[in-house]
C-alpha cells in the first residue's frame, strides 16, 4: 500500500497546517483561527484539485521543504516565492508533480509574508472540532512543524502524471491570476460598536492618517505603528466579544486589527470592524507597509 504522507524536511520560521477554519464555537472561547489569505488557500487547492476546504500548508518568511513519500501534485501560491525540486527549479503558481523521495523546497518570499502549500488529497491531519488548522492562541489543532514531522495524505485526486522528474501539470486552472501582496493596505472600517469612548478628533485621525504595519503582527493581530487615539472615556469596558476584523485599541492608543488567532473576548474598546474580505491581503503585509482605514457603513 502506498505511504500517503509527506516528511518536513525543514520546517522554516513558523509552518501550521490551515483550512478555512473553525467556525461556530466563539461561545465556547474558541476563535475561527484557519488561514490568514483563505483566496490563496482556494486557489491552491483548486490547481492540484482538492476541495477549497481541504487543508493546505501555511509557511511565513522563510518557507519550509518537505519530502513527499509518494508521488504528488502540489501547488505553491500566496507570497511569491522560489521553488525547488531536487535543487532544480519549479514553478511557482501552478500544479506541479514531484516524484516520491524527492525534496521540495519552498524559499523565503521575495514579496508579502505568506506562501500556501496545497498538496493532491490534502493534509490529513486528524479534525479538531471540524478543522485541522493549527490555532496558536488556544494550542487546538496540529502542533507548529518541525523537523521529521510526518502528515498524512488524504486520498490522492488523480491530478497529474509521471513518477520521474518533477514535472508542470496541465489542469483546469493552468495559469491563473495571483494578486501581489500589497504596497498599501486598504482597510474599510465600519466604526463602532464603542467609537463613542474616542475623541472626534482621534476618529478623523483614524480615517485620514497613516499607519504601518508593525513587526509585532501575528496571526492574532496585525499591530501598527503610528498616532494614537485619544480617549474620550477613562478606565476599561466590561470584556465583551470579539469577532475577526475587530480594530481594538490599547491603553497605548495603537490600533491592533484583529486576526484568525484572536482571542474571543477583550477588555479594551473596538473602535471599528474592518471588512472580512480586506483581512486577506493583511496575511501578506510586511512590516512597514503602509496601512490607511477607510470609512463604511
Known amino acids: 500500500m502506498t505511504d500517503r504522507a509527506v516528511v518536513v524536511v525543514r520546517a522554516g520560521a513558523l509552518t501550521t497546517v490551515q483550512d478555512l477554519g473553525r467556525t461556530g464555537y466563539a461561545h465556547l472561547g474558541v476563535p475561527r483561527s484557519g488561514a490568514l489569505d483563505p483566496a490563496a488557500v482556494r486557489l491552491v487547492n483548486r490547481l492540484v484539485g482538492n476541495p477549497e476546504t481541504a487543508a493546505v500548508l501555511e509557511t511565513t518568511v522563510d518557507g519550509c521543504a518537505l519530502r513527499p513519500r509518494c508521488a504528488v501534485t502540489v501547488a505553491v501560491g500566496g507570497a511569491p516565492c522560489p521553488v525547488r525540486v531536487d535543487g532544480r527549479p519549479a514553478a511557482w503558481g501552478t500544479a506541479v508533480r514531484v516524484p516520491a523521495g524527492s525534496v521540495l523546497d519552498i524559499g ?34 496540529p502542533p507548529p512543524a518541525a523537523e521529521e514531522t510526518v502528515l498524512p495524505l488524504g486520498p490522492d485526486t488523480g491530478t497529474g502524471t509521471g513518477t520521474g522528474t518533477a514535472t508542470a501539470v496541465r489542469g483546469s486552472v493552468d495559469a491563473p491570476p495571483w494578486p501581489g501582496p500589497p504596497d498599501e493596505l486598504v482597510l474599510r472600517v465600519r466604526l463602532g460598536p464603542r467609537d463613542d469612548w474616542f475623541t472626534a478628533a482621534a476618529l478623523r485621525t483614524l480615517v485620514a492618517r497613516a499607519y504601518r504595519v508593525s513587526s509585532a503582527s501575528n496571526r492574532i493581530g496585525l499591530r501598527l505603528e503610528g498616532p494614537a487615539l ?20 490599547p ?37 512597514g507597509t503602509p496601512v490607511r482605514f477607510t470609512p463604511v457603513r
Open 108 to 141: 523565503a518570499a521575495t514579496r508579502g509574508l505568506r506562501a500556501y502549500v496545497a498538496v493532491g488529497g490534502g493534509i490529513d491531519v486528524e479534525p479538531v472540532l471540524g478543522s485541522r488548522s493549527t490555532d496558536l492562541l488556544s494550542g487546538l489543532g
Open 230 to 249: 485619544e480617549r474620550s472615556r477613562h478606565g476599561e469596558p466590561a470584556s465583551e466579544g470579539m469577532v475577526l476584523g475587530a480594530v481594538q485599541v
Open 251 to 287: 491603553p497605548d492608543g495603537r490600533p491592533v486589527v484583529f486576526l484568525a488567532d484572536h482571542p474571543t473576548t477583550g477588555g479594551y474598546p473596538v473602535v471599528g470592524v474592518v471588512r472580512e474580505v480586506d483581512l486577506g491581503a493583511a496575511a501578506q503585509a510586511v512590516p
